[in-house]
Structures are given as structure tokens and as C-alpha cells.
């Protein structure tokens, strides 16, 4: 048995027979080349078993970082194992910025892409969204390069690592900008049903904190740009905190990003913690469910109807919006979504009794489970069909398929 690995948070161990930690692309395509079975590691920050094998773990973590720059394309070239702080803070030096980003800046640019991670924002669809190409290394161990207008492009972005290893992915992006973040509590609950549009959109992006205990949210985070309008002192009733803010009252604040109105660049203010601070690591579990927008409230009341399920397992829950897009398998694909996160206590037990409660609850409202986060049950996506059909194409040994792929590409 080869070197053992765990994930993030600690509640999957890797049973990789062998881990290879290459340092150029051409390492990659010769490892590729050489063995049957193949998945693929960045960071590690999933929660599930959708990086598991038996066999062979490629991570790219060690691939040079070489970011380029092209402004004439307005893009961006990276690594795929580059994570999102690193990659922002080049950016913001040389005066360009990202459209979004997720609450941590430590996830790795190709997994985040590849499982659909997104941050928030009503006219923000997930980071996939500004993918404007992809470079794989297939089966055969071939480099394969895909870009935006591509037949089978919207199918290789948001792909789970069944395509191949990718090496490396263009973003689109934009000039630097500057964040000011204010955080507001006690919303009321009926206030959160009454004025869900208007608290979703009130600014470029919101982040609602609740324990679901009760007739108020904890914490509306608002996340504005320096061209809109300004911070009222209170949101629907409700306050705005007096000092900083950790979305889990009773933690220290001191390692999420600036609050309090205070302008800042846009890597600094759009995550909610600090690129200095891994928060959580190995105490805590995540499931995420995504409904359409539209369904918000009567989503909200579902998950109210079996919070004494719920509420054992919770540690704190997340609400955010996510704009539609095309990518294939991406849960916010043909529609504007809202996120329900929920972040658990580290039994497993309790988490799964939770899960089971909250997709039974959801079920009228066609949820789709974060690919990267503990769920029992996923639905059938409208391009799934093409996405089975081009993952033969670009794999027909299927060398990256792993029991994972397998049960989720079975369903479509």
C-alpha cells in the first residue's frame, strides 16, 4: 500500500494504491499514459469520495503555477492546481480581478471549476462561468484543448474529473475593483419570506447566516461594489452589527475578512475568510442543495419542517444565489438558483439522519446536491445523457471513472 491520504476535513481516507506528484504537464501524460485507473487530487476540500481510487492519485498540486496574463483576451491562463487566493492576489497586483469568488480563497482553481463551486450573487453564476477554456490530459494520455464555442465545451468544465487530468484553465477577467462588506442581524423571518428578492439583490453579493432555530436570521452578510448604492444602517429590520462578525457567533472572528463597511480589493472582502487561515479543517462535514430561485421561500419552509432533524447536526447554515448557466453538469445549470448550505458537527451518524430528513423535504423542489459535499442522492440533469456520451469519447478505457463517476453517470 502506497502513501495515505486524507481529504480536507479529514472524514475520507484515499485508498490509493500509489500517489504521484508530478511537476510538469509532460509527467502528467506520461503517468496517465501508464496506468489503467486514474483520479485526480487538489486541494482535497470535498467531502465525499469523488476523488477516490484504488489505484493511481494524480495530484497537480506540484505543476507550476505559470499565470499568465492576456490582456488584449481579457483572460487569464493557470494551473489547474493554483489555489483561488494565490491566483487573486497576481491578478489584483497587475490590476485585474475575477467576477467571483467562494467563501474560502483555498480551493484549488480546477477542482472548484469541476464540481461547480460558486460564491454568491443574483447576477454571478458559479466560477465555472468564467472558464474560457480547458486543457486535459486524456485517457490516452493526449493533451487535449477545449475552448469557449466549442461543441463540447459546456460538457468539460463542470465534469467531476471523468474527462481526464486538467492541467491547466483560462478565465475570463476583468478590471480590479474595490468591496465594502457590512454585516446586519436579527433579520426577522417574516421579514426574510416577505422581502426575499430584495434581500438577495441587496448588493453585489449576500450571504444569509441562520441556525434555523427560530423567528430570525443570525446574520445577512452584504458584499458591495464601489459603484453601488450605499449601506443603509439597517436591512429589513434587521441591525447592523456593532463589531466583527464569525457566521458561527460563538467563534472568533479574527480570521474572516474586513467588515464594517471598510473598502477593500475584491480578494480581500469577496471570501469570507482570510487566505492566512485554513478555518475548520477536520471539524466539520458540509452538504449544499440547490433549488430554483423562484422556490426560495417555500424551500426555506421545508427545511424549517424538519429542523429538529437538522438542528442536532448544525453547526450553521448558508443561503446564497447563484445566477444560470449552461455547463452541463453544474447544479445551477437553466437556472437561477439559491444555496442551501449547511455546515454539521463531525458525527457522521446525525449528518446522514439530517440529510435524509432535508432531500425528502426538498424533493418537491427538484434539488441538485453540490457535487463535492455528503449527499445520499443526486437527480438526473437534462445534458447528462451527452455528458455520459462524451465522457466515452474523451475516455473509452475509462481510466478516470471511480465508483463515484460510475453510480452518477448510471443515472443519467
Not at 439597517?234 to 452589527?241: H, K, M, W
Not at 457567533?249 to 480578494?267: L, N
Not at 447528462?384 to 463515484?404: E, Q, V
Request: charged share 20%.
Amino acid at each position: 500500500m502506497g502513501e495515505r491520504l486524507r481529504n480536507w476535513a479529514g472524514n475520507i481516507e484515499f485508498n490509493a494504491a500509489r500517489v504521484h506528484r508530478p511537476g510538469s504537464v509532460e509527467q502528467v501524460q506520461e503517468i496517465v499514459a501508464a496506468t489503467e485507473k486514474v483520479r485526480v487530487l487538489g486541494t482535497g476540500h470535498s467531502f465525499n469520495t469523488i476523488a477516490d481510487t484504488d489505484a493511481d492519485l494524480v495530484s497537480v498540486a506540484g505543476l507550476p503555477a505559470d499565470i499568465r496574463i492576456d490582456a488584449d483576451g481579457g483572460t487569464v491562463s493557470v494551473a489547474g492546481g493554483v489555489r483561488y487566493g494565490e491566483l487573486a492576489r497576481k491578478l489584483d497586483a497587475e490590476g485585474y480581478a475575477l467576477h467571483n469568488l467562494g467563501s474560502l480563497p483555498h480551493i484549488s482553481v480546477a477542482g472548484a471549476v469541476a464540481t461547480g463551486t460558486h460564491g454568491s450573487g443574483v447576477r454571478l453564476g458559479n466560477l465555472a462561468t468564467a472558464v474560457a477554456g480547458v486543457d486535459i490530459v486524456a485517457g490516452s494520455g493526449e493533451l487535449v484543448s477545449l475552448r469557449r464555442g466549442d461543441p463540447e465545451f459546456d460538457g468539460a468544465v463542470v465534469a467531476l474529473g471523468a474527462l481526464g487530468v486538467v492541467v491547466r484553465v483560462t478565465l475570463d477577467i476583468q478590471p480590479r475593483y474595490q468591496i465594502s462588506q457590512h454585516v446586519y442581524e436579527r433579520l426577522p423571518r417574516a421579514q426574510l419570506d416577505a422581502h426575499w428578492d430584495e434581500i438577495a439583490s441587496a448588493g453585489y453579493s449576500v450571504s444569509l447566516f441562520t441556525g434555523w432555530h427560530g423567528d430570525t436570521v443570525d446574520q445577512v452578510w452584504v458584499k458591495r461594489r464601489d459603484e453601488d448604492a450605499p449601506a443603509p444602517p439597517e436591512l429589513f429590520g434587521a441591525v447592523a452589527a456593532p463589531g466583527k462578525r464569525h457566521p458561527i457567533a460563538v467563534m472568533s472572528p479574527e480570521h474572516c475578512t474586513e467588515q464594517g463597511g471598510v473598502p477593500g480589493p475584491w480578494h480581500e472582502r469577496l471570501p469570507h475568510f482570510k487566505l492566512e487561515f485554513t478555518p475548520s479543517s477536520g471539524e466539520e462535514l458540509q452538504s449544499e442543495y440547490f433549488v430554483a430561485r423562484a422556490d426560495a421561500v417555500a424551500a426555506f419552509a421545508a427545511v424549517e419542517r424538519v429542523r429538529d432533524l437538522v438542528t442536532p447536526a448544525l453547526q450553521i447554515s448558508e443561503i446564497r444565489t447563484i445566477a444560470e448557466d449552461a455547463l452541463w453538469l453544474s447544479p445551477h445549470f437553466g437556472r437561477d438558483s439559491v444555496a442551501l448550505h449547511f455546515t454539521w458537527v463531525p458525527n457522521l451518524d446525525l449528518v446522514l439522519r439530517a440529510v435524509d430528513a432535508l432531500e425528502e423535504a426538498l424533493a418537491p423542489y427538484a434539488p441538485r446536491p453540490h457535487w463535492g459535499k455528503v449527499f445520499r442522492s443526486a437527480p438526473a440533469y437534462p445534458r447528462g445523457r451527452d455528458f455520459a456520451a462524451l465522457a466515452a469519447r474523451m475516455d473509452p478505457a475509462g481510466a478516470f471513472r471511480n465508483a463515484f463517476v460510475e453510480r452518477h453517470l448510471a443515472a443519467e
